[in-house]
């Protein structure tokens, strides 16, 4: 039990259900609209996606590591640090944590090639892609978070909303779909919200570090009004599956998910101590679930009907 607790905070478990209700959402897309479903397929595809998502967050904080940037965080009076500070701490060796980090890499890329054997060779191609941004979002020579030119917005819309959605989709169907690109961006921006939120906590740090996030690249004014901005394409995005009849029209109490969150920015200055975006983060995450369990229950009420 131990093991398994150290387990869980090391890969940050419990933010997994980020990966796993875009897949859900794709398989419930094939169900709804067009009567395909596998149970099985979609158990495979959970598999792979949370072994991957746990894979970035292990790697991400592996290389941050050997960058220095957790370092300098856990040294930063004014940040909070984001890690599980395994490494920081010593609380585990670099070869232990390497070694549970590429274990779960295995295991994404076994049910990878599985789905791509069962379901066709795209469903491998949609895993590998998310694969090279997970690795490459911190690691040399690519570096997707260090270079705050939107890159890493970009990498987690596409691993956490456009490729998850689109191929739990293509598993099911072995096809694809603009129905499942335009469900895949509600779900997508609501992560990619979450991610730039968390960017606040140790946004001096990073600057300290040379990690060059949109926050460190235009300030905390700025930073906030993109923010908002996100919140707001995330809440059109899903108006217009609605529009689109890729989700039945009841998916609208989506919305409401968004009022705390909104309630939090009201709550900010232009310049705020670390501890106070503490708050806005914890709204992002709870948005994100609370939004995307009620696109799940819209299509499953759909599918039923």
């Not at 746990?54 to 957790?70: A, E, H, K, P, V």
């Amino acid at each position: 039990m131990d093991k398994l607790n150290q387990f869980k905070k090391a890969s940050r478990l419990q933010v997994v259900p980020v990966m796993l209700i875009p897949v859900a959402l794709g398989a419930l897309g094939a169900w709804v609209w067009d009567g395909e479903f596998n149970i099985g397929l979609l158990l495979l595809t959970l598999v792979g996606a949370g072994a991957a998502h746990l894979f970035s967050n292990m790697i991400n904080d592996l290389w941050d590591y050997r960058n220095g940037t957790d370092a300098v965080a856990q040294e930063s009076a004014d940040a909070i640090s984001t890690h599980s500070g395994y490494l920081t701490k010593g609380i585990w060796s670099v070869r232990k944590f390497a070694a549970v980090t590429w274990g779960l890499f295995a295991v994404a890329a076994l049910s990878g090639l599985a789905l791509a054997f069962l379901s066709g060779w795209l469903a491998f191609v949609f895993g590998a892609i998310g694969g090279l941004i997970a690795y490459f979002y911190v690691a040399p020579p690519l570096r997707f978070g260090y270079r705050g030119r939107g890159y890493s917005e970009l990498a987690i819309l596409l691993s956490f909303g456009v490729l998850p959605v689109m191929g739990s989709y293509y598993v099911q169907t072995s096809r694809l779909d603009y129905r499942a690109l335009l469900l895949s961006l509600p779900i997508g921006l609501l992560t990619t919200l979450i991610l730039f939120n968390h960017h606040f906590l140790h946004w001096q740090a990073d600057r300290q570090a040379g990690k060059k996030t949109l926050v460190v690249v235009w300030g905390e004014k700025r930073a906030l009004r993109f923010s908002r901005l996100l919140l707001l394409l995330a809440a059109l995005s899903l108006i217009a599956c609605v529009a689109a009849e890729v989700l039945p029209i009841y998916a609208l109490v989506g919305l409401l998910t968004a009022i705390p969150l909104y309630s939090v920015y009201g709550r900010l200055q232009d310049r705020n101590a670390s501890h106070a975006y503490g708050p806005l983060m914890g709204a992002s995450v709870k948005a994100t679930f609370r939004c995307g369990s009620i696109l799940i229950l819209s299509l499953i009420l759909q599918g039923l009907i």
